[in-house]
């Protein structure tokens, strides 16, 4: 693992570096971006940039220094030639009073480079109790705040699935913890819409540039009599599910399309 903090390469990666009274160690205050590592060069680098800019104008935070940042990205994959690995480029509110109000510190950008292992080929997933705010103020914004995540992840691994599906207040399917969901119904490739409070995931633009499918919200139910489910994030890319809750799904022929159109579309270039 390289990581670099404000501007300097640590020679410790794994030592302390950030203030104990960091925003976005107490409270969350800061927002992220996991980009992948492709043959050593960042994967769709210029799209994660921008969301990163929107998530911190929706928190408020101050304005990114996008020049910054690749100046992280570059010192940390400059170290070491990652074959396939992952960056996480994280920006917080900085040094603050211990509560929810801000400091007038600057900001802490952080930037790690790590090796990304090999995704399972499929995967199974399970519904969640708890539902997405898609009103919320943090609604579609990739900030640290994701403890949310956390329980819900923790609440799927605890019945064997690596994915746990929200729904939002509407009762409308919304998407994974760290994955968007696109199902195909009679034939048809269907995703939810961003007004679902999904994130805008980059995997999800792609694929829907690339491929195409329909962009609409319904309830969660669907997926109970979906043909075909799979998930899709940086991580993950194209992962079909072969179990939903209780219910066993084959491997269909849209999700296969879909595999195979990502895969060259991916090799063909690393900031589309
Ligand atoms: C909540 C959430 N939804 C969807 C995604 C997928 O987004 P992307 O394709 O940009 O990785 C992520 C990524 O980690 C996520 O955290």
Redesign the pocket.
């Known amino acids: 693992m390289r990581a670099w903090l404000n501007g300097h390469l640590l020679d410790d990666p794994h030592g302390p570096a950030v203030a104990v009274n960091d925003h976005g160690m107490t409270v969350g205050d800061g927002v992220f971006?996991?980009v992948?590592v492709v043959d050593g060069q960042p994967f769709?680098l210029t799209?994660?940039l921008e969301?990163l800019e929107r998530s911190a104008r929706g928190l408020g935070l101050p304005e990114v220094d996008l020049d910054d940042v690749r100046r992280g990205v570059a010192a940390v994959l400059d170290e070491e030639h990652l074959t396939r690995g992952r960056l996480r480029i994280t920006y917080t509110g900085g040094v603050a009073p211990l509560g929810s109000g801000r400091g007038d510190g600057p900001p802490t950008l952080v930037v790690v480079a790590d090796v990304l292992r090999p995704t399972p080929e499929t995967t199974t997933a399970v519904t969640v109790p708890w539902p997405r705010n898609e009103r919320g103020a943090l609604a579609g914004l990739?900030t640290t705040s994701?403890a949310e995540?956390v329980v819900a992840l923790a609440h799927a691994a605890g019945r064997g699935a690596s994915e746990a599906i929200f729904a939002n207040l509407a009762g409308h399917l919304c998407?994974?913890?760290?994955?968007?969901v696109f199902y195909v119904v009679d034939g048809e490739l269907r995703t939810p819409t961003l007004a679902s409070g999904?994130?805008?995931?980059?995997?999800?633009?792609?694929l829907l540039e690339w491929y195409g499918g329909r962009e609409v919200d319904e309830p969660v139910g669907v997926l109970d009599s979906a043909e075909e489910i799979f998930l899709?994030?940086?991580?993950?890319d194209v992962q079909p599910v072969t179990r939903f809750d209780d219910r066993e799904l084959a491997v269909g022929p849209v999700t296969e399309e879909c595999r195979t159109v990502w895969r060259a579309r991916e090799a063909e270039g690393v900031d589309p």
């Open positions: 971006e996991a992948k769709a799209r994660h969301r990739k994701y995540n998407e994974g913890t760290g994955s968007n999904c994130l805008a995931g980059i995997s999800r633009a792609l899709v994030s940086t991580t993950r």
